[in-house]
Nanobody, 115 residues
């Protein structure tokens, strides 16, 4: 059974940082592309960042503006999203997503940026 388990969310002040983790079980993690999405209340889910299976290629949404970093440790079957310089508009549920011929979603971890 495939599972993606996110962790690391929380409440942080503007300008703060968080590190989100996505632990994968039940699939050959290193062969899957990893993405992080987010969804704020009343808004559509949007793509935040993508990393290839080997970790060689990363891409980001324009709104990231160099503040976030996606990475992965295939020896631990875990992906990460480092969030720096957080803004109130970054408040959302953050989801990890992996795909190859199949795709899977995690359950999400809440990030709240508030003073």
């Amino acid at each position: 059974q495939v599972q993606l388990v996110e962790s690391g969310g929380g409440v942080v002040q503007p300008g703060g940082s968080l590190r989100l983790s996505c632990a994968a079980r039940g699939l050959p993690f290193s062969t899957y592309v990893l993405r992080w999405y987010r969804q704020a209340p009343g808004k559509e889910r949007e793509l935040v960042a993508t990393i290839t299976g080997t970790g060689e290629i990363t891409t980001y949404a324009d709104f990231v503006m160099g503040r976030f970093a996606i990475s992965r440790d295939n020896t631990k079957d875990t992906g990460y999203l480092q969030l720096n310089g957080l803004l109130p508009e970054d408040t959302a549920m953050y989801y990890c997503y992996v795909f190859r011929e199949n795709s899977y979603w995690g359950q999400g971890t809440q990030v709240t940026v508030s003073s």
